[in-house]
């Protein structure tokens, strides 16, 4: 005896591959399917429909089939709620909790699809119904703006609370991969297979500079995750322009980027090389350590631009021109400033808050960094990955964003050329 | 009229190169000098000595070439106590406070020579008299061994208390740079050339592994510093037997490291490969997620293997054989575990504490990890670094351990071939 | 007006994307289709069948698209002739001429399917019927045993005589790309994702020893591809035991992989370093250039080993056991050893001959022989890539070799450690 | 009883490390040395003057000393001529014969010191008196310019012919390393140390621009090595302004390079891309065997420059402004074009005489070309290297110009900015 049930798919279903994987997973999985209904786009822009029926041995390996066929965008045509579960303990979740992928998703609450907030991966799903947020809302005054409910939204581990409604199995959730449809037209429809220093770099930087001025147009904003090695190949001043002319929005860094920038300003020097004459002054490698301990003296980077302590570069722009920055603390700095978050998961959630906000996240020069930005952000965000290191950019792509886009080249070339398309070609 | 001060050389300032910087140093600065005497060490075993008159234009230029020679191990013939200034506040160094080498250094204090504890980079020195400190001891009962002093010791910058005297200048400062005699028989007496992955593999790791045995025999104790691509290149279990079997001691990772190790133990998997027949299976990306949460629920580590949650791995027997562990956080962690130390300034003076104790050290297949406890060592314990980027190699090396040697291998076959060297072959 | 022809997908359509990339192509070249018989395998080891009607505005368009699908093994239903145009010069081809791809490839002739012999890609096919050759036979005395006729053959662009009818346009072609059958217990069944570094590496070898062995009992025959860096890494001695027990039964090297393997015979050293104690022996950097010398004295490698110049190693190896080598010379080489072909074409004939009789490849640290090679094996042939730099296993890879395996390990470890599972587990 | 010979050391025997490489090596070979005189240069112009008696135990370990002191350029005060040995056979030279490095050499014949001809590394030298050569001259009509005897030149291993005079052993032969005088305000006095992607890239673009431009004014010849990754990565049309403007005057370039970039002018792509668009038009993966095809039509490149089948690009540019290239085979090469050397001893035999020509070498983006050229390269010619993989550039610059500067960059905007800087700015 057969146990069976009906599925759907639905979008560019065919281009995506989901239809390839739809049918590779059944038969991995030991599993039959009858096609019952197919319904293929024939022009590039039209959807796909199709419906089938997916046949397994017993329940156990339909569960299983199912489960997996929804994790790549196949969902059940009959659904029903999703499961909740309350959390037994802060930090506990629930067994068989759902843990998400980056997609869009959504779950089934009382007959309805709500939308989940915040979408990023591997994280749980708590639904919340009001009642509660009402209450806590009345007893502490709370005035943020009023929501609408039920509500489903991502919650980290370590934020879960004891009593968090928490979806578990996979009845009632449904996940929407982003399509790639080819040919789109748009500006990032280019440059998706895989990674390479073999390609056209001034017209792949043109196209990136038109995303940009895109994601400007739309109201969008444009965050910049930087590592040190930019300030040391010499791109420092071109990505302070950038932050000045509103072309990047917001900054996200390590403790690492910031001293340097400053070392630059106050001493001329990055890593006590100077980036102009390309000479090392005496006493250059102990730069660093000085620029930290003014910075600390003045109390922090806000003080010291205020003081005329620091007088040019990425931080100063960032403070005059109030682009909110966030400095993520690590084992390896040395200070730290005073203004680097040095608790990771306090960072993290500054980081999240800031991902959330972006429509276009440019990766420059740093795996740490891009890959804890990249962990926040759900897969419909823009992204493009320079590194001069190929694995670092494969290792950014393959986390699974549909709109990334990456790129083997010189930072210190890079940053001065889209600066020059963007600012100076207007 | 020139200004002159006599300075010395000791040790094997040829093979070292130290003559050859200091000549270098002296002409480069527009400085000239005489040789005063030259005692050439005829053999290989023989220190030498030199002893010369520096002179220059004024008092400025002179002490700008007296510092940079002292920084290569030359000191004043003629010394005279280092100079000591209060700190101003919490945090806050005086202005001109001597910022150290992670060689061997010497504080002049009273006419006495006292070595400074706990060498490593970019730190202060402090000095103590005794006072300050016998008092608070009387006060807080605090019954530590009694300490010589006066006593010298480094302070990374955060660290600093007001009121603390603080060497600054380069007055009555003495540092000994190591020397790489040639030939020196010993077991780090190979492979100091540059970095690169054609060299004999096996030879390579055997006297690593006799470098092991040798700091096992004189008492000492062995550190590994570890990433998870140890985990995911199926080096585990024959880390764990080196950590069972007591040649490794203490071990330095981050959350990702232990996650991977527990979700191998848990479900077979290592980022959801199972690393003995290489499939997928499914759910298998989920499992590092599962893992965390199954020892969040216990509580933390030691209770999952009390509990038996846990029963294999490098965690393991770490917990089972009292071996010391340090997990470090970082903001790309998922979770975390409640093991992992997430502030970066906690979780780095835990390391600190681990590092002093360590004589030797290998640094496997991570980088972060590596610079972070790299930073805490002074340049006299042995370290190995082992990546297969050579680019992370090198960066290691450069960071000026005399004693550190490197090799571009693949951690999951270098492990195997150490652990049969070293338990197999007894 | 629409134009339509109608086109067959047979095999695993599914699984190996051979579908998707078919509707992809028509509907990205304008195109659209209609479904009339699609029969999907259920099972894993089921194939499917499925036959459209391509629609298009013009015969152009209809060309166009029929030209690309058939590169991705969709046949016309009604198949024609293949078209034939004689050569109008010696390495001239006619305009129009058909490029192969490196699958297995069938020419319509006369009504029947040929299989083209000595698939590879980047080839003219021509088609001979037999006549022309029995002619030539005949006057040369030529008794190479008798051919069926016709037959269909891949000749490279500087092979091409005058008259050598010479297949153009895409009709009466059919290429069959390979299948990547899931779950398919072959030896080869895994390890088909990305190159990554973090993989088990001995459980990778241990699946590699296996495919070895599996190809040895099968009657098949195995060829080493190498670069010098196999003797710099140690891994010499294990190599030459697999040459001698009939694991290896070709070989396909430069001039200075055969050097540095004489080299360390006659002086110990390989590029002047000794191997087992690592020590730069004076003199060693001239080793190589002796051992050159010493080899153009005997007149080359055979006749050392004859008169005992040579008593070990690789070469000396093959030369005992008579496995053929082919040593291809390039412009960076020192000497030239006698028995290294300087001719780039020549080389390439010499390769050829052997790629085409090898069953199984292994590309063993060198990029520019690994190409050579591949570009002349059909993508039937098992093929494993070995090297520490992942962007020279991705590109190998990226050749398009359906039963190629990429390894991103260190060549010193890997050949001990495959030697011992092929020679000391038996 | 002990043996001694005096010895010399002249220039700038500290700053370049030839004092300290020469003490290590007598220390090393277990000799000793007493310093007879010492005259240092106290100002950074000045050389410096040292005369040292070697002791050693028995005169075989005397001339092993001697020898490794005169390979780092010290030389015997009391010379003696060099040993001469006609060659015993073609292609063989006599037992101990002297292997050259590549810095510039003097032979000793008949108490003259005699300037080693067109010095490059691995070679052996041949020492000829006049008379074989002027009758040999007499009697073929050789109307070359008459040349002075006795000369002293380099002979790779496969032109020795039968009767040369080949220098053995070391006597009579005096080596000058290249100094790296510190500060030395010329153009390369920059970026000598380690190479790393994390240096100001526009600030040493500049100053290879100027080192160029230098080159240039004083009549010199700057030679270009490139590889396909060139053309691939969008930089053709600048390099090929670069060769019309007089600023290339050389090309060497293997197979591949020459076809992509006679693809692009044909079909506007590289490797089946749109440079511009980056756009994959259908057929693109065929163009390169096509574009290799009408230029076997058309006879060579020349003829398809005439015959206006090539009308823009590298090649293009080379035959219209009557810039030399070398097109040098390779066992990957498709086709190859008719231009192509095939055979690697005549290809190395074109490059040889190219590189001896040059005053200036840019090594873009290709290992296997540069390798050739820089193998052919006194040590004394300005040396470029610029490719995107670190592991590149290293092996390039250890090869070991005293005037090798390396560069971590992509190639895609290196050429760009410099032709900018050339060109734009004049």
Known sequence: MTVSREVELEGHIIDSGMMQSCFGIIMDLGGSFSVQEFDIGRHKDE????????????????QSI???????GVNPSDPKDATLVPAPDDQVVPHGFYSTTNHPTFIRHNGEWIEVEDME???AVVVEDGEAHRASEQSNGDDEEPRDYPRAYTKVL???EEGDMVVTDETGIKVQP????RDS?????????????????????????????ETKKEGGKVMAVCGPALIHSGAREDLARLVREGYVDMLSAGNGFAVHDIERDIYGTSLGMDTESLDHPRHGHKHHIYAISEVIREGGIEEAVDSGTIESGVMYECIENDRPFVLA????????????????????????????????????ST??????????????????????????????????SAQAVGMVTDIGTFVPILAEQLLDEE
Not at 66 to 72: D, G, P
Not at 178 to 181: A, C, H
Not at 185 to 197: L, N, W
Not at 379 to 399: E, F, K
């Open 178 to 181: 982003p399509e790639r449809p």
């Open 367 to 400: 795996l740490l960094h891009s890959v804890a930005v990249g962990n926040c952000l759900p897969s419909t965000t823009r992204v493009v990955c320079v590194d001069i290191n190929p694995a670092t950019v494969t290792q950014l792509l393959d986390r699974g």
């Open 158 to 160: 370590n934020a879960i």
């Open 66 to 72: 199912v489960h997996e066929l929804h994790q790549h």
């Open 121 to 123: 991966m591997d994280c």
């Open 47 to 62: 959807e796909s429909y199709a419906r089938m029926l997916v046949e397994a041995d017993d329940e156990d390996q339909l």
């Open 329 to 364: 603390g690590s084992i390896r700095d040395d200070g730290p400033l005073p203004d680097t978050i040095t608790d990771a998961v306090e960072a993290q959630n500054a980081i999240r808050e800031q991902a959330h906000e972006a429509d276009m996240v440019l990766m420059l």
């Open 185 to 213: 037209g748009g500006a990032f429809g280019f440059m998706q297979g895989g990674v390479s220093s073999e390609r056209p770099s001034e017209s792949t930087i043109r196209k990136i500079a038109n995303a940009i001025k």
